[in-house]
């Protein structure tokens, strides 16, 4: 019988490998594939100045293996640092047979971290669930747009709300490579050049309102994060929201995947295309008062307001 050669780390070349990265040709064991993680998350921080040594981090979690490993590594990084603190923020958009799950799973990793959690509902905020506002917007305006269209648009404003009510100074959110790569991509074939322009590594501050955020693991691959949560038993939500299928990021994430396959690489690509574009683009905007809930907006109508004024509903007072 053929003993089969086993391949080594390439960075401690003692350890067996146990993952092999395709875009640097590198072997990792265990270990060191964890130090390596963690190492691309603080080298983003530093490089992009995401975080200051006293920052109150916000950071957004769902229960799936993204938002959670960004929230076990950011808590191992900034345990170094004793005057930065951590609070975890987790948005039920109100889905059927879906969010639960993930709401334990949060609460359960948080304990064990000794993190706090605040959990904000789209009901409590806004005055109806995501189901709710689908099912309204399904008959009152059949062809108009995806449940994520709402959620997103909802999310954004209830992560800031969160952010803004325990005083962070910074929002963390867990968008990887993948993410980052579709969004570029969903942006270009949009025509939403402005927006490839304010989705960076860090948000500039507008104005007193919006909590700056931040995306620690941007450059990250979704599979990369998927191991560093089985490496670190970090139990995660795995099931797909049942809206996912139906959203424009769906066939975009199919493609890229495809396009991965036959070109290995495109996923970076499609990120340093990003960065290069958005050096270009200057991002000035006024910022208004919303005239129908007198939020902070970057247009006369908030974006909330707008998609609600289509389907007939009235923002609850925020
Ligand atoms: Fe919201 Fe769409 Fe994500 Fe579901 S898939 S949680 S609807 S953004
Ligand atoms: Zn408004």
């Known amino acids: 019988m053929v003993q089969q050669k086993t391949t080594k780390c390439s960075i401690c070349k003692v350890k ?17 594939f964890i130090l390596s993680f963690e190492r691309r998350i603080r080298r983003n921080i530093n490089k992009y100045k995401l975080l200051k040594e006293d920052d109150i981090i916000a950071i957004g979690v769902s229960g799936g293996k993204d938002s959670l490993s960004l929230l076990y590594a950011l808590n191992k990084i900034e345990s170094k640092f004793t005057k930065s603190k ?3 923020i987790m948005i039920d958009e109100g889905i059927k ?21 605040k959990v904000f509902s789209f009901k409590d905020l806004f005055g109806y669930t995501l189901d709710e506002i689908v099912e309204i917007a399904r ?22 709300y969160g952010a803004k009510s325990v005083n962070a100074t910074k929002l963390a959110t867990a968008h990887n490579l993948d993410d ?10 949009r025509s939403d050049i402005d927006r490839i322009g304010r989705t ?20 990250i691959p979704e599979k990369e994060i998927v191991l560093y949560a089985h490496y670190n038993n970090i139990p995660f939500h795995g099931v797909e929201c049942p809206y996912a299928p139906i959203s424009f990021r769906s066939d975009i994430r199919d493609f890229i995947n495809k396009m991965e396959q036959i070109r290995p690489g495109i996923k970076y690509a499609l990120l340093n295309s990003g960065d290069k574009i958005r050096s270009f683009i200057t991002v000035s905007r006024p910022i208004y008062t919303c005239i129908r809930c007198n939020q ?18 009235t923002l609850k007072d925020f």
């Open 86 to 88: 951590l609070i975890a």
């Open 200 to 219: 960076g590594p860090l948000t500039q501050k507008l104005d007193d309102f919006f909590v700056p955020r931040i995306k620690p693991m941007r450059n």
């Open 180 to 189: 980052e790569a579709q969004t570029f991509l969903m942006n270009i074939l």
């Open 296 to 313: 902070p907006s970057t247009t006369k109508i908030c974006k909330v307001c707008s998609l609600f004024d289509k389907i007939g509903l």
């Open 16 to 32: 067996n490998a146990v993952y092999f990265q395709k875009h640097s040709g590198l072997y990792f064991c265990k270990k060191d």
């Open 139 to 160: 008959k009152k305006l059949p062809n108009g747009p995806a449940p994520c269209s709402y959620c997103g648009t909802l999310r954004r404003r209830a992560l800031n």
């Open 97 to 117: 047979g879906y969010r639960k799950e993930g709401i334990k799973l949060a609460v359960q990793m948080t304990k064990e971290l000794g993190v706090s959690l």
